[in-house]
């Protein structure tokens, strides 16, 4: 088993030299039945992943990617990449000019972990060759990373690394949620969403207008984005509503700006201070469907997205005493939470069978009453989560205290929570796609945010599995020299999903490269307009 790899760090001035880097602590293995560990030893790890490498790693997808068909200026060879081997030596800031000459590196050096970072003013290889200061993070997409650590607040079948089918639910509902703001509210359209290989999800926003963000818009779409964050950075293992007293009695403690306090207005400040283009007609009534949705093309759009169309359904109740002031991304957003809530809070995590658990949720209600008279009735009667649910319902519906308690519990339970640190920072390091997990045996796969749902982290490729199956296939179909090798394994259904994300790309690009060229011409017609002008003058 290989050891785990130590996290890189964050900090862009920080060069860590190979020769001088302390070994990594190990942390033990989980005792764990719900997610399978591989059981490749160390040795034989190194030797499969060495043949991934060599054979399966899409490091020509990759260039397409992260060169964004720019292949003069040297973008792609300004992008910086680290690697950590399996001596837990970190190496930061290295550069590749193409695809070949990444693929040369990653095969001969085989780490055991690949981070992307940000594109610099130069290449991050020649970063030594600068003056202090002169060596600058220009572009680095937008990322997200949501981990299931942060939940175990919430979640009762697993805790830290641990994770099952029922506890998945939150990322499934996390990927509906954010894939919706960030396409209709910021008019992103190039998503690439990536397994993390244990425990949680990874989004890149791709689209040029995102790369170039800087880090104050950064932090204004997380901020639209956050109503319950994570302590990430200070305890993984325990999440926190985003307000300086969490876990008081009063709903102002428990969930931050869902109510008239942080007004409409507040959330578009946010919002088109990140440059905010996306679909302004969801500010109105009707905020479930814009234009182009209605008719036939609404139904084109049901089908294409279906995963991400919960919130099409009828609107969920709302107390007549709420306050009238509920932003319309949040609007959508508890459409998802109603629907998820009774089958994943309820049901799966069943988080009102027992005191420690229902405590939780009657600490959330803001009328002293109803939480003692509760707990006392179920200290000693039996009941279901879904029957003690309905009971809690009708008690908060008599209580003038309680007009948005129920909302405020769905967004507590479930709505995403983010690492801002992650999204904020421009120099900031994520796990590439495609990487193989060190403690799983796992692949970090592209997840298709139109059938999340049926995304299983527990049936995800492992290096041993597609490796035996590109072995086992190539006896079969030994005379097929032209397919491509991850065509023989459970790889391939995944690679399609990220060249699907990269042809969006790439006739994006295709698009702009026409309107430049127009452009240039254009300018050199009348350039000469203007020179046959001036030359006639001076005939006369």
């Given at each position: 088993?290989?050891?785990?790899?130590?996290?890189?760090?964050?900090?862009?001035?920080?060069?860590?030299?190979?020769?001088?880097?302390?070994?990594?602590?190990?942390?033990?293995?989980?005792?764990?039945?719900?997610?399978?560990?591989?059981?490749?030893?160390?040795?034989?790890?190194?030797?499969?992943?060495?043949?991934?490498?060599?054979?399966?790693?899409?490091?020509?997808?990759?260039?397409?990617?992260?060169?964004?068909?720019?292949?003069?200026?040297?973008?792609?060879?300004?992008?910086?990449?680290?690697?950590?081997?399996?001596?837990?030596?970190?190496?930061?800031?290295?550069?590749?000019?193409?695809?070949?000459?990444?693929?040369?590196?990653?095969?001969?050096?085989?780490?055991?972990?690949?981070?992307?970072?940000?594109?610099?003013?130069?290449?991050?290889?020649?970063?030594?060759?600068?003056?202090?200061?002169?060596?600058?993070?220009?572009e680095r997409e937008l990322v997200f990373d949501i981990d299931l650590t942060d939940y175990d607040d919430v979640r009762t079948c697993c805790s830290a690394a641990d994770i099952c089918r029922k506890c998945w639910d939150f990322m499934t509902i996390a990927i509906k949620i954010l894939h919706r703001a960030l396409t209709d509210d910021f008019?992103?359209?190039?998503?690439?969403?990536?397994?993390?290989?244990?425990?949680?999800?990874?989004?890149?926003?791709?689209?040029?207008?995102?790369?170039?963000?800087?880090?104050?818009?950064?932090?204004?779409?997380?901020?639209?984005?956050?109503?319950?964050?994570?302590?990430?950075?200070?305890?993984?293992?325990?999440?926190?509503?985003?307000?300086?007293?969490?876990?008081?009695?009063?709903?102002?403690?428990?969930?931050?700006?869902?109510?008239?306090?942080?007004?409409?207005?507040?959330?578009?400040?946010?919002?088109?201070?990140?440059?905010?283009?996306?679909?302004?007609?969801?500010?109105?009534?009707?905020?479930?469907?814009?234009?182009?949705?209605?008719?036939?093309?609404?139904?084109?759009?049901?089908?294409?997205?279906?995963?991400?169309?919960?919130?099409?359904?009828?609107?969920?109740?709302?107390?007549?005493?709420?306050?009238?002031?509920?932003?319309?991304s949040l609007r959508r957003a508890h459409r998802v939470l109603h629907k998820h809530f009774r089958k994943t809070v309820l049901v799966e995590m069943n988080s009102l069978a027992t005191r420690p658990r229902y405590s939780k949720i009657l600490a959330m209600v803001p009328d002293a009453d109803i939480r003692t008279r509760l707990d006392e009735?179920?200290?000693?009667?039996?009941?279901?989560?879904?029957?003690?649910?309905?009971?809690?319902?009708?008690?908060?519906?008599?209580?003038?205290?309680?007009?948005?308690?129920?909302?405020?519990?769905?967004?507590?339970?479930?709505?995403?929570?983010?690492?801002?640190?992650?999204?904020?920072?421009?120099?900031?390091?994520?796990?590439?796609?495609?990487?193989?997990?060190?403690?799983?045996?796992?692949?970090?796969?592209?997840?298709?945010?139109?059938?999340?749902?049926?995304?299983?982290?527990?049936?995800?490729?492992?290096?041993?599995?597609?490796?035996?199956?590109?072995?086992?296939?190539?006896?079969?179909?030994?005379?097929?020299?032209?397919?491509?090798?991850?065509?023989?394994?459970?790889?391939?259904?995944?690679?399609?999903?990220?060249?699907?994300?990269?042809?969006?790309?790439?006739?994006?690009?295709?698009?702009?490269?026409?309107?430049?060229?127009?452009?240039?011409?254009?300018?050199?017609?009348?350039?000469?307009?203007?020179?046959?002008?001036?030359?006639?003058?001076?005939?006369?």
């Open positions: 088993m290989p050891t785990a790899a130590k996290e890189p760090p964050t900090d862009n001035a920080m060069d860590v030299d190979p020769a001088t880097q302390a070994p990594a602590v190990v942390a033990p293995l989980p005792d764990d039945d719900q997610m399978e560990i591989t059981s490749a030893s160390e040795d034989q790890f190194h030797a499969l992943l060495r043949i991934f490498y060599q054979r399966l790693f899409p490091f020509t997808d990759f260039y397409r990617w992260l060169g964004y068909g720019n292949p003069d200026n040297g973008y792609f060879a300004k992008r910086e990449w680290s690697f950590t081997l399996a001596s837990d030596v970190y190496i930061r800031f290295q550069s590749f000019a193409g695809p070949e000459e990444l693929r040369t590196a990653i095969v001969h050096q085989c780490p055991v972990k690949i981070d992307i970072g940000a594109v610099y003013n130069l290449q991050p290889k020649d970063k030594k060759t600068v003056l202090p200061g002169a060596f600058v993070a220009k008019g992103f359209k190039h998503l690439l969403w990536v397994y993390s290989g244990r425990r949680g999800v990874h989004c890149w926003v791709s689209d040029d207008r995102a790369r170039k963000l800087s880090h104050e818009a950064r932090a204004a779409i997380v901020s639209y984005l956050s109503v319950v964050s994570s302590n990430a950075g200070q305890d993984r293992s325990t999440a926190a509503v985003n307000a300086p007293d969490a876990g008081g009695e009063s709903e102002d403690d428990i969930v931050h700006g869902l109510g008239g306090e942080d007004s409409e207005g507040e959330r578009e400040d946010s919002r088109r201070a990140a440059g905010g283009g996306g679909n302004d007609s969801a500010k109105g009534e009707d905020d479930s469907e814009s234009e182009d949705e209605r008719g036939d093309g609404k139904k084109r759009k049901r089908s294409r997205r279906r995963d991400l169309d919960d919130e099409e359904e009828e609107e969920p109740p709302l107390d007549s005493r709420a306050p009238e002031l509920f932003h319309y009735e179920w200290k000693t009667a039996q009941g279901s989560s879904i029957d003690r649910w309905k009971r809690l319902l009708a008690e908060m519906g008599r209580s003038r205290h309680c007009a948005t308690t129920e909302r405020d519990i769905m967004f507590k339970f479930l709505y995403p929570r983010l690492d801002a640190n992650v999204s904020i920072g421009i120099n900031h390091l994520l796990k590439s796609p495609f990487c193989v997990h060190p403690k799983t045996g796992k692949v970090c796969v592209p997840i298709d945010p139109t059938r999340c749902s049926d995304f299983n982290p527990l049936t995800v490729p492992t290096l041993q599995g597609i490796v035996g199956e590109l072995n086992t296939n190539a006896k079969q179909n030994s005379d097929e020299g032209a397919e491509e090798d991850f065509e023989r394994t459970a790889l391939n259904a995944h690679i399609q999903t990220f060249r699907k994300f990269l042809h969006g790309i790439a006739q994006e690009t295709k698009a702009r490269l026409r309107a430049e060229e127009a452009a240039a011409s254009k300018r050199v017609d009348m350039q000469r307009l203007a020179e046959k002008e001036n030359r006639r003058d001076l005939t006369f």
